[in-house]
């Protein structure tokens, strides 16, 4: 009987050199990791380079609870008065639903009461964003577009006067 070694695959293998990674490539990449940790360090603490948003002051803010009810309807209510503000059925309402579904998932990964606040604020300068009390994760709306935050800021109601 023959061995393995003679099927003519593994008796003709020939021990070789190792291959290795080209010197210059490692030079490169440790050449831009230099340039990336100086152009970072540059950036901060001269502050050139650096793209910073100024919102101004908060103009409106209002904490908002939301919840599902019977047949999937949202419901938003103001966390202070216990008052009412929206309530969207199953095909409604979809950039706040939509955007309210991630909240809630990034709740349950982090264990937060559901009755946990949203606080939704209107800045100076006319942005919207919603913010988690829970988690302290906060989005921009008008990086979604102008209608969908317009959704949101519906929700604030005449708190804090009309929009700059």
Known sequence: MTSALSLGY???RRPGKTARIPTPLIV???GLLFFATGAVLFG???GRGLVRVDNGRAVAVRDI???RGTGDVVTVTDARTGERIAA???D??????GSLRAFERMRQIS???VETPYRLIRWESGHVSLSDTATGERITL???GRDNAAAFAALLGNQGGSRP
């Open 88 to 90: 969207y059925a199953k």
């Open 28 to 30: 490169a990449a440790i």
């Open 10 to 12: 593994l008796d003709k």
């Open 111 to 113: 264990v937060v009461p």
């Open 65 to 67: 609870v939301i919840g």
């Open 142 to 144: 008008e990086a979604f």
């Open 92 to 97: 409604t309402g979809g950039f706040v639903r």
């Open 44 to 46: 901060q603490t001269t």
